[in-house]
């Protein structure tokens, strides 16, 4: 897909991936930027830097602020599902309710999103790019709790790819390692630049990489998991 004169939707555009990415639009000459937030007033200063900017209202878990959106960004051929949670905690201690946060923004959130711009995506020969987490593949249990919905989120993807393939719409899946964002603050290890995602995503997309890794430690955890996934699981398991 080309990037250039395409119109984006970019949820969780407020800070950290999603904020890059919006930044990485622009840059490669989009006509519009549709960038969401569960607060606009957390846009303002985003969207006062360029006039290709348009804020949005989103909270994902909104079933009618969802479809509002869809109503009023029927020229979108770009949806990036970014917006997410994060929890840390096991399976077996974690509450309830942080399970219920997580699937309910980074599984049936990117679900309601896509489904609700699906119309427009058909019709404008779109495309759907989900931000995901490398630990979709394999499990940290320390993170028990945002693994779990994350890896249900890359099954639905693919689900996703599946049905839109019919329909003439790309769907791209993204697999970060550790990125420098809030998400992360305080977790001592190395990270990436949110920058750096957002030009690898950009790139990926481009040359029509379906599932785009988009720095130095996703690609070696990959190219290991896809030799060995249980050795991966092992590594991972002890984290």
């Known amino acids: 897909m080309e990037i250039r004169r395409s119109i984006a939707l970019v949820t969780g555009a407020n800070r950290g991936i999603g904020r ?16 969401s937030a569960r607060r606009v007033t957390d846009l303002e200063d985003l969207a006062s830097c360029d006039r290709r ?18 109503a009023t960004a029927t020229d979108v051929n770009l949806l990036i599902n970014n917006a997410g949670v994060l929890e840390f905690g096991s399976v077996l201690d974690a509450p309830a309710e942080a399970f219920e946060r997580n699937l309910s923004v980074n599984f049936y959130g990117l679900l309601r999103t896509t489904r609700a711009f699906a119309p427009a995506l058909v019709e404008n020969k779109g495309s759907v790019v989900d931000i995901l987490t490398l630990v979709a593949l394999a ?45 992360l603050r305080g977790v001592d290890m190395p990270k990436t630049a949110p920058q750096l995602i957002a030009r690898e995503v950009i790139a990926g ?11 130095v430690m996703s690609k070696q955890i990959y190219g290991a998991w896809a030799a060995d996934h249980k050795a991966v699981e092992r590594q991972f398991a002890v984290m």
């Open 20 to 35: 890059a990415i919006v930044g990485a639009l622009l840059e490669h000459d989009v006509t519009r930027v549709y960038a």
């Open 53 to 70: 900017i348009v804020p949005l209202q989103i909270d994902v878990t909104d079933e009618h602020q969802v479809a509002a959106a869809a």
């Open 139 to 183: 499990s940290m249990p320390g993170l028990g709790v945002y693994n779990a919905s994350k890896a249900a989120a890359w099954s639905l993807t693919q689900s996703l790819r599946a049905d839109f393939a019919k329909r003439g719409v790309r769907v791209f899946a993204v697999f970060p390692g550790a990125v420098d964002t809030d998400m």
């Open 205 to 215: 997309i481009e040359a029509g990489t379906e599932d785009i890794f988009p720095d």
